[in-house]
């Protein structure tokens, strides 16, 4: 069983930088994986925004991140970071994240993997809030 513990959110105003964090247990982080972050706003669907991927090393955003934040991990400590700067009001959601292992790079279909397998096991943690004023 998977299991994910974020962390990091908060109240900004707006141009303001958060970094949000990933602990990951469950598998075995020696093996290759993919972490990926989400984000829920009122009303709206779980959307992918990064994810990246031990294997090779790649990274993968979301183009409405408008290269804002930043995805890295450090694997000595089972952690997954999403740095986020230069924060708009619409970034304001739950932000969660999603581990599996994988050998694949980081893609976009890697994070639609990743939201069916942790919706079909309901392994979503709490998610950690952040919330941009203007």
């Known amino acids: 069983e998977v299991h994910v513990v974020e962390a990091g959110g908060g109240l900004v105003q707006t141009g303001g930088s958060l970094r949000l964090s990933c602990a990951a247990s469950?598998?075995?982080?020696?093996?290759?994986?993919?972490i990926g972050w989400f984000r829920q706003a009122p009303g709206k669907e779980r959307e992918g925004i990064s994810c990246?991927?031990?294997?090779?090393?790649?990274?993968y955003y979301a183009d409405s991140l408008k290269g804002r934040f930043t995805i890295s991990k450090d694997s000595a400590k089972n952690t997954v970071y999403l740095q986020m700067d230069n924060l708009e009001p619409e970034d304001t959601a739950v932000y969660f994240c999603?581990?599996?292992?994988?050998?694949?790079?980081?893609?976009?279909?890697?994070?639609?993997?990743?939201?069916?397998?942790?919706?079909?096991?309901?392994?979503w943690g709490q998610g950690t809030q952040v919330t941009v004023s203007s």
């Open positions: 469950g598998f075995a982080f020696d093996d290759d994986y993919v």
């Open positions: 999603a581990a599996d292992s994988s050998r694949l790079g980081a893609t976009f279909l890697q994070l639609v993997r990743l939201r069916v397998f942790f919706d079909e096991h309901n392994y």
């Open positions: 990246i991927s031990s294997s090779d090393g790649t990274t």
